[in-house]
């Protein structure tokens, strides 16, 4: 595949890697494991990765055919990575050849930005990717996610939510409460969220104790160019568990995506979870892939 090398950083790197992920999506409706809505979401929370060049390739139309992003979560604002991530991606007719080449290319770039050693989220079906990567002497430190995914005609009915609990969406309430996820991890998180092209207030969903405390929260992504809903993330508070206020949230939000045009609906979770796998299957979710962390040097 003849395509040239150009660097994109900030909201234009964000613009670009959303459009890239969406053509990956229309041309294949079930290759790859990241959907346009979780890079998003990722930039919920400021990372020093955000001012870095990230590595695209276009083809001669200008439109990006495939990319090698880093992304830093030593900040441990993820419990799944513990170091710099790369995100290798690229369209479906690339040969073995430049999948290969995009892995190396995009270890040598974050090499030459100090990054000594990175993750690799890794499919367990993707025997290309895993090879290569072991032969530069990367290790498999464990399962990543699973992923699943809801068709729209099998969606779950609306569950009832408990007594002394309501449902709002941030359109109801950012004019009188501050946004149910800031914190010192993500304390501009409705600012950033704005800036992304697929968030919507009336998808950010909440639950309010009787006295507006939160006491859970599912934000929803809607992708209109390739009908894809996606869930990241979702929370229920220590005190309020075992409540089905999660199941509330997610068969609110699962109504509300199909309503909104959603035909195929993802959802990732940790294997070790014990909760989050049996909840997401008894709605209807089907594991699709589990993923493998593997992590290694960069030279």
């Known amino acids: 595949m003849d395509a040239r090398e150009e660097f994109r950083q900030g909201l234009e790197y964000l613009a670009t890697v959303t459009t890239l992920l969406q053509?990956?999506?229309?041309?294949?409706?079930?290759?790859?494991?990241?959907?346009?809505?979780?890079?998003q979401w990722f930039w919920s929370i400021p990372r020093s990765t955000d001012t870095l060049d990230q590595l695209f390739w276009f083809d001669d139309a200008g439109e990006p055919v495939a990319a090698a992003i880093l992304a830093d979560f030593g900040?441990?604002?993820?419990?799944?990575?513990?170091?710099?991530?790369?995100?290798?991606?690229?369209?479906?007719?690339?040969?073995?050849?430049?999948?290969?080449?995009?892995?190396?290319?995009?270890?040598?770039?974050?090499?030459?930005?100090?990054?000594?050693?990175?993750?690799?989220?890794?499919?367990q079906a993707d025997e290309l990717t895993r090879s290569t990567l072991l032969a530069r002497g990367f290790e498999v430190q464990g399962e990543g996610l699973t992923l699943c995914a809801l068709v729209a005609d099998q969606r779950p009915?609306?569950?009832?939510?408990?007594?002394?609990?309501?449902?709002?969406?941030?359109?109801?309430?950012?004019?009188?409460?501050?946004?149910?996820?800031?914190?010192e991890r993500r304390p501009d998180v409705e600012e950033r969220l704005r800036q992304t092209s697929l968030y919507r207030p009336d998808l950010d969903l909440v639950v309010l104790d009787a006295h507006n405390n939160t006491a859970g929260y599912v934000l929803f992504w809607y992708d209109p160019v390739t009908t894809m809903g996606v869930v990241e993330p979702v929370r229920t508070e220590d005190e309020h568990q075992k409540r089905g206020i999660a199941r509330h949230l997610l068969t609110t939000g699962i109504t509300r995506l199909v309503t909104a045009g959603a035909t195929?609906?993802?959802?990732?979770?940790?294997?070790?979870?014990?909760?989050?796998?049996?909840?997401?299957?008894?709605?209807?979710?089907?594991?699709?892939?589990?993923?493998?962390?593997?992590s290694g040097p960069t030279t």
């Open 23 to 39: 053509r990956i999506r229309v041309d294949h409706p079930t290759e790859g494991h990241y959907e346009a809505a979780e890079l």
């Open 75 to 123: 900040n441990k604002t993820s419990a799944l990575y513990t170091a710099p991530v790369m995100i290798p991606m690229v369209m479906n007719s690339a040969t073995d050849e430049f999948r290969t080449h995009i892995l190396e290319r995009g270890l040598a770039h974050a090499a030459a930005h100090g990054i000594e050693s990175v993750e690799l989220e890794v499919d």
């Open 157 to 183: 009915e609306i569950t009832p939510l408990a007594e002394g609990y309501r449902l709002l969406s941030r359109s109801e309430t950012a004019s009188d409460l501050p946004h149910h996820m800031a914190d």
């Open 264 to 294: 195929i609906i993802d959802v990732g979770y940790e294997p070790e979870n014990p909760a989050s796998g049996p909840l997401y299957r008894s709605l209807g979710f089907k594991p699709q892939l589990t993923t493998d962390m593997i």
